[in-house]
Structure formats: C-alpha cells, structure tokens
T-cell receptor, first 114, second 116 residues
Framework: GENVEQHPSTLSVQEGDSAVIKCTYS??????FPWYKQELGKGPQLIID?????GEKKDQRIAVTLNKTAKHFSLHITETQPEDSAVYFC?????????????FGKGTKLSVIP | EAQVTQNPRYLITVTGKKLTVTCSQN?????MSWYRQDPGLGLRQIYY???????DKGDVPEGYKVSRKEKRNFPLILESPSPNQTSLYFC???????????????FGEGSWLTVV
C-alpha cells in the first residue's frame, strides 16, 4: 500500500516568514494530494489539494508543488500569521477502481511566533 | 450547514464493554470513513464505505466493526474495547468515491475515547 513520509514533525517560524513542509509518497499510482490543517480540538480541514496533472497550485498565501518523478510534494505558506499555527497533514491517494483510501503523513506542528 | 456529526465527543469506558460511536452527515455523501489519530502516528483509516451496504477495511480494522444501513449514518462499533483502542476518532465523508475521484473529504470534530 501507499506510504507517506512527512517532514519536519515540528516547525517554528517568526511571523511574516515562510514555512515549508515536505512529503514523499511511495505509490507511483497516487494522483491526488490534499493538505489538511488541524486546529486544536477540531477535525482536519482541507486547505489545498493538487492532482498529478498539475505541478503547482496557489491559493493566496498557500501553495503546493508536486514532483511526480521524485514522488514528493510540498506545502508553502508565505507571510505566516499566528493563526497559521496548527498541525498540518499531507495525504496521498491512488486513482482507479478500488482506490478508496487516503493515506496521511504523520503531521507537522507549525508554530508561528508573533 | 454542511457537517459531519459524531457522538459522543468524549467517552471513558471499561475494557470489554461494547460501545458505539455514531456518525451522521447531512451532505448526501456516498463515501464515509473512520480514522483514528494517535500521537506520532497521524491519521490511520479504520474502515470506509462507498455507499449503503458497501464497506471495506482500511489500514487498522482489527477490533472494530461498522455498518452502513442508511446513506447518512456510519456508526463505529467496538464490540470488546481494549486499552490500545484509546484514541481520538474521526468520521469523514465525501461525494462519489471519495479520494479516488479527488473529492474533498470533510471531517467531524472528533471523539475522544479512553478505555481503562
């Protein structure tokens, strides 16, 4: 099955700086890569996703890049703010019949220091 | 408001006492799933369901049962809970076939379960 590795496990940045979280996956059939943000006491919420036919996607201060050859994808947060502090999860899912599972990384705890 | 609702949110129970965590979604989603979240292990899938009466095992199904008799409900059953099932549980739902078709997965708020 799919295996997703996520780094770093913790990340501290100064407010206004950028934050980058990286993930690698093992199954070359994976073609859907979402990122989730989990605030304390809440369930994960989708913040951005990317599909295998796209190399980069941006939504305001958040961007995700995908390198299918190297089987890795990254989350970039620019101009970080204290409300960006949370745990972030990457995930990967293969396509095709019978592929109904989403495999998550172990998470990155991001702390934005005011 | 579109949401996934889990109950109970917090539960302390004893080893061997059967319990059910309910999950309901109001978005008419076909796909539903249960995850458990443990420190350092992230989110791991327990079971998922593609539609009514169609369920399948995820990565960590041992000790759990599910049923999908109605589209909106997907209860998680622990027939004989053990301390290693102490965890934070999330129910999730999505349109269509869920991640396979790239549909957004919506999570509930979580259920903290402690088995003593």
């Amino acid at each position: 099955g799919e295996n997703v590795e996520q780094h770093p496990s913790t990340l501290s940045v100064q407010e206004g700086d950028s934050a980058v979280i990286k993930c690698t996956y093992s199954d070359s059939a994976s073609n859907y890569f979402p990122w989730y943000k989990q605030e304390l006491g809440k369930g994960p919420q989708l913040i951005i996703d990317i599909r295998s036919n796209v190399g980069e996607k941006k939504d305001q201060r958040i961007a995700v890049t995908l390198n299918k050859t190297a089987k890795h994808f990254s989350l970039h947060i620019t101009e970080t703010q204290p409300e960006d502090s949370a745990v972030y999860f990457c995930a990967a899912s293969p396509s095709g019949a019978g592929s109904y599972q989403l495999t998550f990384g172990k998470g990155t705890k991001l702390s934005v220091i005011p | 408001e579109a949401q996934v609702t889990q109950n109970p949110r917090y539960l302390i129970t004893v080893t061997g006492k059967k319990l059910t965590v309910t999950c309901s979604q109001n978005m008419n989603h076909e796909y539903m799933s249960w995850y458990r979240q443990d420190p350092g292990l992230g989110l791991r899938q327990i079971y998922y369901s593609m539609n009514v009466e169609v369920t399948d095992k995820g990565d960590v199904p041992e000790g759990y049962k599910v049923s999908r008799k109605e589209k909106r409900n997907f209860p998680l059953i622990l027939e004989s809970p053990s301390p290693n099932q102490t965890s934070l549980y999330f129910c999730a739902s999505s349109l269509g076939t869920g991640p396979a078709s790239g549909n957004t997965i919506y999570f509930g708020e979580g259920s903290w379960l402690t088995v003593v």
